[in-house]
Each structure stands twice: as C-alpha cells, then as structure tokens.
C-alpha cells in the first residue's frame, strides 16, 4: 500500500507542477501583450513597448494606425523603457502624459506642430515636430548614459 500511496503523492505532486507551469506561463502571455495594448491620455491614443522580437512584430502590426513613432535609447545603442513623454500643441496645451513601457511609443496626432518631452534618469530632451496625418514620422531619442 505505501508504493499507491507514493505513486498518488507524485501523481498530484506533478498535476500541481503543471498547473503551477501553465499559470505561470499564462501570466508571462498577459504581461507581454499588455505592452500593445493601445490606451489614451488626454484624448491622444498612444501603444508602447517593444522588448524583444514578439513585442516589436505586434507594434508593427499596429503601426499603421499610428502617424508618430519615438524611439528611446542610450548613444552606445542599448534600448530604454520607463520614459516619460509629455506631447504639447502648439500653444502650450499638454495633451499627451505617459510613460513608455519600452523603446517604441507610438501615437495618432493631428496635423500640427508639437513639442514632445521625453525624460529619462532626470534628464529631459525637447524636440519640435511636424506632424502630417497621413504621413509616418519617427523621432530618436539618445541619452549619453543612464
């Protein structure tokens, strides 16, 4: 009887295993399509993320829906997440607020011209834009270091 007994002990020891595996991996998907999921801050749609490969490819999937890319990244090439940008029209309004989960932040402006804030380790960089509706614009942003 102590070799059933045994044998049902790893039996549910593995069932847990398995579910404790397939919960983890489930959290894992969740967590990395989270990056693409398209929110809005003042009324401005924007996505971020694109660490790693699968992240990238469904960015670029959505791209089409987007007019604006910003790219975050060190000088020496290392890619940043955890950016914040701030997006103001041309007088002055804030309409956008957010940070960046990863090195892409993609958003749908309207013609115009803007200021866009990024800061990264409390150092800000400014740059003017042009938008064009129909037109895919991408602005880099490089920091010296972290």
Do not use: H
Not at 18 to 28: D, E, G, N, P, R
Not at 72 to 86: E, Q, R, T, W
Not at 89 to 105: C, H, I, V
Request: glycine letters at 8%; aromatic letters at 10%; one cysteine or more.
């Amino acid at each position: 009887m102590k070799w059933i007994f045994s044998m049902n002990n790893k039996s549910l020891a593995m069932s847990f295993a398995a579910i404790a595996l397939a919960s983890a991996s489930l959290v894992c998907a969740a967590n990395a399509a989270d990056d693409e999921i398209v929110q809005t801050s003042g009324g401005v749609p924007y996505v971020s993320g694109g660490v790693g490969t699968e992240s990238i490819d469904r960015l670029n999937a959505l791209a089409s829906q987007f007019n604006l890319k910003l790219v975050f990244a060190l000088k020496a090439g290392d890619y940043l997440s955890g950016v914040s940008v701030a997006i103001a029209d041309s007088t002055g309004r804030k309409l956008l607020d957010a940070t960046s989960k990863g090195p892409w932040f993609l958003t749908r402006l309207p013609a115009g011209n803007y200021q866009v804030v990024a800061s990264f380790a409390g150092n800000a960089q400014t740059r003017q834009i042009a938008v064009v509706a129909a037109k895919f614009t991408t602005v880099d942003f490089r920091w010296a270091s972290e």
